[in-house]
């Protein structure tokens, strides 16, 4: 709840978002913008601004600024310290990619925390754009990335209280609630998208995915297409909640090629939205998907299922500004 409580908050959580009002917020021929998911998102946008200013790449903010969560400790999923899977494995999800078609991405990566930096080594040191599990763990090791525990002790005792009923049920908005270290089904995965002063676009997405998931389970988020996409001249979209519902749809995917066709990015998350819940009714029942999105001029977007959804917005003045989602259902 740290960024809540420093940074401006808009409107009431839960709030419908005025998202058309926000559109061009952020867009000053040149300016820099960067959006991600989530309130905690806010400290990864400072992150990534201040690189931008000591005169990083895009793509070296946007890495920078996905790097926050991951070193967390309090935030129970992205990087060290995330809930483990239902077999006591901590394993993360995360993809980079640029909009000259770069792309690197590791899915059940162990043992390294920053598993963002692992898919950008990918993308920069090998000829793939995807490398799982041992393999990536390998990698990352042989590419001078250390080896160390992920599985914290609070991440431990909430998983062993868990195996009392072992029950997989994710919970929607647990991002936000950010509660004590060792509440349930705390994930907090982190999109972040950028504009630069170029006008070009890049975007990562790293999660240890949904607390308690099955051993070998690979969420949205580090798919191409589903957890992020980013492309020249159109823009960048990425994605939260439950993963399965997000890769059905190619839900990044299907936000960018919305905005090819010319919808503004708050319309395009919500036409992706509304897919979902199209294909799937009552299965969704309880879920939260949610999607945010930087169109061509800068403009932004952002919505969800549910209401609590929020995402952080840093334009060129540094201010990062928390806003609540609107949704679909109330
Ligand atoms: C996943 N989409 O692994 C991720 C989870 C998430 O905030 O977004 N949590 O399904």
């Known amino acids: 709840m740290g960024a809540m409580t420093r940074r401006a908050v808009v409107g009431g959580m839960g709030a419908a978002l ?25 400290a990864a946008n400072d992150a990534a601004i201040a690189r931008l200013r000591t005169g990083g790449s895009l793509l070296d903010a946007i890495e920078t600024g996905a790097r926050v969560p991951e070193a967390d400790l309090s935030n129970h999923s992205v990087g060290k310290g995330g809930y483990p899977d239902r077999d006591g494995h901590v394993t993360l999800d995360a993809v980079i990619m640029d909009d000259a078609g770069r792309v690197g991405a590791v899915a059940a990566l162990e043992d390294v ?6 898919a950008r080594a990918v993308m920069e040191r090998t000829p793939h754009t995807f490398l799982v599990g041992e393999g990536a763990r390998r990698f990352a ?3 001078g990335f250390r080896a160390e ?3 914290t002790p609070p991440a431990a005792a909430e998983w062993r209280k868990w195996l009392g009923t ?11 609630r950010r509660p ?7 994930h907090d995965t982190i999109g972040i998208v950028g504009r630069g002063v170029d006008g070009r676009f890049a975007g990562a997405c790293t999660t240890s995915g949904m607390a308690f998931k099955m051993r070998g389970r690979v969420g949205d988020s580090p798919q191409v297409g589903a957890g992020l996409f980013v492309e020249a001249g159109v823009g960048a979209a990425t994605a939260t909640g439950v993963g399965e519902e997000v890769t059905r749809i190619a839900g990044s995917a299907r936000v960018v090629s919305s905005m090819r066709a010319g919808m503004a990015p708050a319309a395009a998350c919500r036409e992706a939205v509304e897919h979902i819940l199209r294909l799937r009714g009552r299965a969704i029942d309880g879920m939260q998907v949610g ?23 840093t334009g060129s003045d540094g201010r990062s500004t928390v806003h609540p989602a609107p949704s679909l259902r109330s």
Do not use: C
């Not at 009002?21 to 040149?30: F, I, K, M, P, R």
């Not at 004590?180 to 705390?186: E, I, T």
């Not at 930087?294 to 959804?309: C, E, N, Q, T, Y």
């Open 18 to 42: 005025p998202a058309a009002a926000l559109a061009g917020q952020g867009a000053a021929a040149g300016a820099p913008v960067i959006l991600s998911t989530w309130d905690f998102g806010a």
């Open 113 to 118: 925390t920053h598993a963002v930096s692992v």
């Open 141 to 143: 090791l042989d590419n």
């Open 149 to 151: 525990p992920l599985l």
């Open 166 to 176: 072992a029950k997989y049920r994710p919970v929607a908005n647990i991002e936000n």
């Open 180 to 186: 004590a270290p060792g509440s349930a089904l705390d």
């Open 291 to 313: 999607f945010i999105a930087i169109g061509r001029s800068g403009d932004i977007g952002a919505f969800a299922l549910m209401p609590g959804f929020s995402y952080a917005v």
